[in-house]
């Protein structure tokens, strides 16, 4: 792409603002991650995310946005802010969320997981790139686009805004969506929404993301005894619930490693742009000899098929471990439904499966979490083409490319309900080397400016449709 003069101007002058904004924005990016906000009071005082959320509001109230604390369904607050559109211009939502994963495994962490820690040019902090990172990358193309502006001069910004900053996103509890049902005026008066809680295909490459995975927790408990029985004594005929649990969570793959559950389809194949393997062994980590699973290409396997991840086992740890037949097990599954499958549906023939293979007469219990659905983006629009533009000029001339995301953000579905005439776009400052939910979660700071520019630029013309 051969941007226009004006074009070129316009990404000199922006550019030049977000580059000297830049050392603010990550010394605020520090301090947020400083904050454990894990929504999540078995984990973490719910006070913490709070003061997160207050954080958010003054940091967007003094780039003019009138934002308030806004209390969802599930207890935790999403900050929400909304700063009318100029007469005749378009209104943005722009999204993020300011809750983060728990850190998992301290011990694995090679710097303390609530320090922003600089390592070979990237910075280490849980929330660094999910979603933190995005949500300064919010704020720096807001302060950019301003420039010397006073926030509360009626020429700030070009476009009407409206912030929407969720506080519980990776619980999964589809709180806000339950906000935005009940509160549905303000969402529909968005012409474009900017869901910042995506990431670039590779570092490096400009990424807008038009498909996510929905998602649905299932809990299967086995049950066969009254209480726990001597191995010795009783093991060889008395039925153990944990051995059965097993067996059931063996038979939901086949040797391939493609799901082999009656009802849920996986041959579905990917026709944009590809994972290579190679690439995909190396981000994720993969250890000399580690096969690859599943029958198809890895874009099959993570943007169009269906999978089932087991998050958790109730089960007696190895350490103190006595020689028992457990009366009692049970296993948390992640299920990840495809664009075009019916999300209930696969629920459903997951449940239905776990309950006919049980084996030997064991009792098996299950439960549902909340169903989030998949979506799709429509890549049509103008805001579309413009926010594809201004990323590429961002990126310095490195091309757009449009990605799956196996990930969910079932938030995306109720917005496009509650408003169908509104574009959805997705995108985000992680890359793969960001190993988001993992431990020593990091982002390039180089992501964060390139991002928040291309914002920047899409923002400022999106009147004109330049």
């Known amino acids: 792409m051969t941007p226009n003069t004006a074009a070129s101007a316009d990404r000199a002058e922006l550019g030049a603002r977000v ?54 369904p599930d207890g935790s607050y999403a900050v929400i802010g909304h700063r009318p559109a100029p007469d005749g211009a378009p209104t943005v939502l722009l999204y993020c969320h300011y809750d983060v994963q728990p850190i998992l495994d301290e011990h694995e962490w090679l710097s303390p997981p609530f320090e922003l820690t600089e390592r070979e040019g990237r910075l280490y902090g849980r929330g660094s790139a999910d979603c933190k990172g995005n949500l300064v990358a919010h704020l720096l193309a807001l302060r950019s686009l301003r420039g010397g502006t006073p926030a509360d001069d009626a020429a700030a910004y070009p476009v009407g805004l409206i912030l929407v900053a969720e506080g519980s996103e990776e619980q999964g509890r589809a709180s806000l969506d339950r906000y935005a049902e009940a509160n549905p005026e303000l969402f529909r008066q968005a012409d474009v929404m900017l869901i910042q809680d995506a990431g670039n295909f590779a570092n490096g490459v400009p990424t807008l993301t038009t498909s996510l995975r929905g998602a649905v927790d299932v809990v299967v408990t086995v049950s066969a005894l009254e209480a726990s029985l001597h191995s010795g004594e009783f093991g060889g005929a008395a039925p153990d619930a944990l051995a059965a649990l097993i067996r059931m969570l063996a038979s939901l793959r086949d040797e391939r490693g493609d799901l082999s559950v009656p009802g849920i389809a996986s041959d579905q194949v990917w026709l944009g742009v590809q994972y290579g393997d190679e690439a995909f062994r190396a981000d994720a980590g993969m250890r000399d000899g580690a096969e690859r699973i599943g029958s ?171």
């Open 19 to 72: 580059d000297a904004l830049l050392p603010r924005t990550l010394a605020e990016l520090a301090e947020l991650v400083a904050i454990p906000s894990i929504a999540d009071e078995r984990v973490i005082d719910p006070a913490e995310c709070v003061r997160a959320a207050e954080w958010v509001r003054a940091a967007f109230r003094a780039e003019g946005i009138p934002a308030g604390l806004e209390l969802t």
């Open 296 to 466: 198809g290409t890895v874009a099959d396997q993570l943007w169009a098929r269906p999978t089932l991840t087991v998050l958790g086992i109730d089960a007696p740890p190895v350490v103190g471990a006595v020689a028992a037949i457990q009366p009692r097990a049970a296993a948390k599954l992640n299920l990840r439904v495809p664009p075009g499958a019916d999300a209930a549906e696969l629920r459903d023939a997951l449940i239905a499966h776990l309950h006919a293979v049980a084996p030997w007469g064991v009792s098996v219990e299950t439960s549902a979490g909340e169903l989030g659905l998949p979506f799709s983006a429509d890549t049509s629009g103008e805001a579309f083409r413009i926010l594809s533009s201004a990323l590429t000029e961002a990126y310095d001339g490195t091309q757009t490319v449009t990605s799956g995301g196996g990930g969910s953000i079932p938030l995306t579905t109720t917005l496009s309900r509650i408003n169908p005439e509104a574009e959805i776009v997705l995108l985000g400052v992680p890359d793969p080397e960001s190993r988001i939910h993992s431990t020593n979660e990091s982002v390039d700071p180089e992501e964060i400016r390139r991002i928040a520019l291309g914002e920047a630029l899409f923002l400022s013309r999106l009147v004109t449709g330049s």
